[in-house]
């Protein structure tokens, strides 16, 4: 059998293949909610957000005087990138997590404590 046939079966396969785990894994990530979570930025904000949050008064209050609300704090969490190079992601009992968004043309920066049964945004600036 010439290559090219071969290479022709082997495409159409492969495509009839691809299509058909695309249709299973949208219908089974839509069903359980699951992702693909599988990068360090995408893993840390996946256990902030699934921790009660706690904030300290300087961000309460920087929050409250900027006029932000809980859809933007869930816009950090969800679409923000960390900044692993100034984190300190060795500390005991909590890690230190610095998150950075776009943010209404500006960038916001959020620092996060991230303990076991809770985390706690210790500063939110935007610059």
């Known amino acids: 059998m010439p290559f090219l046939k071969r290479l022709g079966f082997y495409l159409v396969g492969l495509s009839i293949g691809l299509v058909f785990l695309a ?9 359980t909610g699951t992702s693909f979570c599988y990068f360090p930025n995408c893993r840390v904000l ?5 921790k009660p949050i706690s904030f300290s008064d300087q961000a309460a209050t920087e929050i409250e005087a900027k006029g932000l609300d ?3 704090i869930a816009y ?3 679409d923000g990138n960390i900044d692993f190079k100034n984190s300190d992601t060795s500390s005991k009992p909590c ?3 610095i998150i950075k968004a776009k943010f209404n043309g500006n960038t916001g920066v959020m620092k996060i404590a991230n303990c076991e049964q ?7 600036k935007i610059e």
């Open 76 to 78: 950090f969490l969800s």
């Open 46 to 50: 996946k256990d902030i957000r699934s």
């Open 70 to 72: 809980s859809t933007d």
């Open 95 to 97: 890690k230190t997590y």
């Open 23 to 31: 249709f299973f894994f949208k219908k089974k990530s839509e069903e």
């Open 118 to 124: 809770k985390t706690e945004v210790q500063e939110f």
